[in-house]
């Protein structure tokens, strides 16, 4: 199947720093990619819909000044988490669309202290 | 009522043992049907997907899709110590669309 990347897979800030995530489609293109955060044993939340070229979709209660969303390329979306708090220490997972198909990255476990 | 619903378990079976993992949907819409294994602090993986409905087989793990009962399987043959993950059914209207997840299903397959 086709290969999600994500960089960097941990990262550990401090309260009030930012902090960006990359997202990269390795053998595809993706003109569409989407954010997802989960919680410890939930299930993924969908944040955000990251079309190339124009402005993500943001689902209801996410807050779109503090996750930044980015897709510059077919190949790349970055996700920039604003003024991180404690709050927002979770576990981050992309995922690129190839046709019909959704693959994820490997995930990045952000840790606000 | 959710979109798409999957008892979280925990699910725990002795090594060979044959493994039914279950979701239901409410959206008659979906037509594109996809099994993910998660391991712990990983992304998800792709195991299985299936356009519409029928059977789809590969390896030791079959998937299902009975769209008149809004009903998904997936089977797991043989199962194995290294089985034991979470596994997320997600499912799609169509290819443009965004996939609803089930809340994951934990295995451990005992040996």
């Known amino acids: 199947g086709a290969v999600v990347s994500q960089h960097p897979s941990r990262v550990i800030c401090k309260s009030g720093t930012s902090v960006k995530i990359e997202c990269r489609s390795l053998?595809?293109?993706?003109?569409?990619m989407f954010w997802y955060r989960q919680f410890p044993k939930k299930s993924l939340m969908l944040m955000a819909t990251?079309?190339?070229?124009?402005?993500?979709?943001?689902e209801q209660g996410v807050e779109k000044d503090k996750f930044l969303i980015n897709h510059a390329s077919l190949t790349l979306s970055t996700l920039t988490v604003t003024s991180a708090h404690p709050e927002d220490s979770s576990f981050y997972i992309c995922?690129?669309?190839?046709?019909?198909?959704?693959?994820f990255g490997p995930g990045t476990r952000l840790t606000v202290l | 009522q959710k979109e798409v619903e999957q008892d979280p378990g925990p699910l725990s079976v002795p090594e060979g043992a044959i493994v039914s993992l279950n979701c239901t949907y409410s959206?008659?819409?979906?037509?594109?049907f996809m099994w993910y294994r998660q391991y712990s602090r990983k992304g998800p993986e792709l195991l299985m997907y299936?356009?519409?409905?029928g059977n789809k087989e590969d390896g030791r793990f079959t998937a299902q899709v009975d769209k008149s009962s809004k009903y998904i399987s997936l089977f797991i043959r043989d199962s194995q110590p290294s089985d034991s993950a979470t596994y997320l059914c997600?499912?799609?209207?169509?290819?443009?669309?965004?996939?609803?997840f089930g809340t994951g299903t934990s295995l451990t397959v005992i040996p």
């Open positions: 990251s079309n190339e070229g124009s402005k993500a979709t943001y």
């Open positions: 299936t356009y519409s409905s």
């Open positions: 959206n008659s819409a979906f037509q594109y």
């Open positions: 053998d595809f293109q993706a003109t569409t």
């Open positions: 997600a499912m799609s209207v169509s290819t443009g669309n965004q996939f609803y």
């Open positions: 995922s690129a669309r190839d046709n019909a198909e959704q693959f």
